[in-house]
């Protein structure tokens, strides 16, 4: 069994009596600039440092099955290359805990946990072979020369690498570097890989390259991969879930589509989906005759069945929202909102359009097959409208999404 499971894992770094005093210092200025701050200016205090320490991960509980492809994916200083090190024993957990299939493993050596790592910089051997790097941890085990050479070479082959076995690493390519790292750590046979942004010193054609690689190889190998990303598009890419995380809490964990398409909060809408997704804020959500309405910049919209429904059986109050429209879902039209295009970034099979609505930047995703691209020039006036069925609406307060 591979399985991974994570109970309530908190990770705190600790720090000095004169970085406390410090961080108390801080914290009475946040207060007294939160206090003066309007409302709305998006002012956040930093909940992340205490009197024990600097809190990288908290609260963290995750069940990953068997073979899953699992995704952290998040900014950076979120915590999910922190969570990956306590994973590999890297790190040490300061409470909560950690189950490798059915071993409680806190305590576990790194060695003995029958894992294996991706590290983002390769982490090669420079005065050894690819066939050496490949085989050093079998060497260490005290395998026989055969085993080694049958475990490398079939590596080698899943990775078609096996012309370059007699190289030195700095003879090689960035992006194959990286199949090289990840032929070491499969070459164990290990119940778990770990690989912590393994693309991100890759320019964007290897990027793309290498996450076909990836996928090619999760299905030749029964073994259970945790992946971390800050890129939302190889997340999207390659995992059987994805687990979001912001300020070391997770966000939301669910299959790709369920994240796109049902984003439990306003960060985790904003985060997953290129090129961003657009937020109307200050959205009053009403009801009229029984059924809701929101209104943005003056115009009321009803709501599809489906949020009339969903809001219906909470008995939704009316409230302030916001409300997210993806690009892709913004659609010309011959009636709706009319604003400036700003920017016009053409993209072959589609442009995207930079509108200014009275002072918002609104992103729209416009097909160009039959497209007179005239009307999408700059400084063009353009009319858009959006299916109502395809918005969020979320809670100004919370920003929990309200469906």
Do not use: W
């Not at 009275?358 to 009319?383: H, M, Q, R, Y």
């Amino acid at each position: 069994m591979s399985s991974i499971t994570l109970k309530n894992i908190k990770k705190i770094y600790p720090i000095t009596d004169e970085e406390v005093k410090s961080n108390r210092k801080a914290a009475k200025k946040r207060k007294k600039a939160e206090a003066a701050a309007p409302p709305d200016d998006g002012f956040v205090p930093n909940l992340q440092i205490t009197d024990e320490g600097v809190v990288a991960v908290q609260e963290f509980n995750l069940e990953i099955k068997d073979k899953e492809f699992v995704v952290l994916v998040g900014p950076s200083g979120c915590g999910k290359s922190t969570t990956l090190r306590m994973i590999a024993g890297l790190e040490e957990i300061t409470s909560g805990e950690l189950y490798i299939g059915d071993v409680l493993s806190n305590v576990i050596a790194p060695r003995d946990r029958n894992i294996a790592m991706v590290f983002q910089n390769y982490s090669l051997y420079p005065h050894m072979t690819v066939y050496e790097n490949m085989g050093f941890s079998l060497k260490l085990a005290k395998l026989p020369k055969e085993e080694i050479d049958k475990k490398v070479k079939e590596a080698a082959r899943i990775l078609e690498i096996t012309p370059i076995l007699d190289r030195l690493p700095k003879a090689l390519s960035g992006g194959q570097r990286q199949r090289v790292a990840i032929g070491r750590a499969i070459v164990r046979e290990p119940q778990v890989i770990l690989m912590d942004e393994p693309l991100s010193n890759l320019d964007a054609k290897l990027r793309g390259q290498m996450r076909s690689e990836i996928i090619r190889l999760r299905q030749k190998i029964d073994t259970t991969f945790v992946y971390v990303t800050h890129d939302q598009v190889e997340a999207m890419t390659l995992g059987d879930r994805i687990v979001v995380m912001k300020d070391g809490f997770i966000q939301q964990v669910g299959t790709p589509q369920e994240v796109f398409n049902h984003p439990e909060n306003v960060f985790v809408a904003g985060f997953i989906g290129t090129p961003q997704i657009n937020f109307f804020h200050n959205v009053p959500l009403s009801k009229k005759d029984g059924d809701y309405y929101i209104t943005i910049q003056g115009r009321d919209i009803k709501l599809d069945d489906r949020h009339q429904e969903t809001l219906k059986e909470k008995n939704q109050p009316e409230i302030n929202t916001i409300v997210g429209v993806r690009p892709v879902h913004i659609e010309m039209a011959k009636d709706g909102f009319t604003g400036k295009i700003e920017v016009s970034e053409m993209m072959g099979s589609e442009v995207h359009l930079h509108i200014n609505l009275n002072g918002d930047d609104i992103v729209a995703v416009i097909p160009t097959a039959n497209l007179n691209l005239d009307s999408v020039a700059i400084g063009k006036d353009f009319t858009f409208n959006f299916n109502p069925t395809l918005i969020h609406i979320f809670d100004a307060e919370t920003e929990k999404n309200l469906i």
